[in-house]
């Protein structure tokens, strides 16, 4: 549903309570029936205050936990649990089962952006003034090699240059 206009889908709530079919909501808007349903609930539930997010809205592990719990152990209907929480597809509650189910039962956040060089930095200080001087010379020669190759690229390049200016 992220593919519609804000406007769009208070329309299509709009014409499916005036009673026009699932089918030609679904060929006019290139969206499923599901989906066209499971906005009407949504709306019907949460009025149109629940369709003005931000995209990417973050969930707290504790509120994705009862979520899945409430689905797992007290066996409530994915769909019935999605639009009670104000979640704006129910795809995102399977989405958070099955990567639960494939963590081992476990919660795991998943991290966003580039990682940090801690890992890389923290390497770097546990090693010996040998394996530093090591690690540095053969870091040279691979600048000194990659210098070189540009070097010569960039001779190449222009001599062809030069020959197409000569031909004109």
Not at 20 to 27: N, R, V
Not at 46 to 71: C, M, S, W
Not at 142 to 161: D, F, G, P
Request: charged fraction near 35%; charge should be positive; avoid cysteine.
């Amino acid at each position: 549903m992220s593919k519609l206009s804000y406007e769009e889908k208070i329309e299509i709530y709009k014409k499916r309570k005036a009673g026009e079919t699932l089918k030609t909501l679904q060929s006019k808007y290139g969206i499923t029936k599901h989906n066209i349903q499971y906005l009407v609930w949504l709306i019907d539930k949460h009025g149109f205050d629940i369709l003005r997010t931000t995209k990417n809205k973050e969930y707290p592990k504790q509120f994705k936990e009862d979520a899945i719990n409430r689905v797992l152990i007290d066996n409530e209907p994915i769909q019935a649990v999605a639009i009670d929480i104000g979640l704006l597809s129910d795809g995102m509650l399977h989405n958070w089962i099955k990567k639960y189910k494939e963590n081992g039962y476990n919660i795991v956040e998943r991290k966003r952006g580039r990682p940090t060089m801690a890992k890389v930095i923290k390497q770097n200080k546990n090693e010996t003034k040998d394996e530093k001087i090591k690690r540095l010379e053969e870091e040279n020669l691979y600048l000194k090699a990659e210098l070189e190759y540009s070097k010569k690229l960039r001779a190449v390049v222009q001599a062809r240059k030069n020959q197409q200016q000569k031909k004109k």
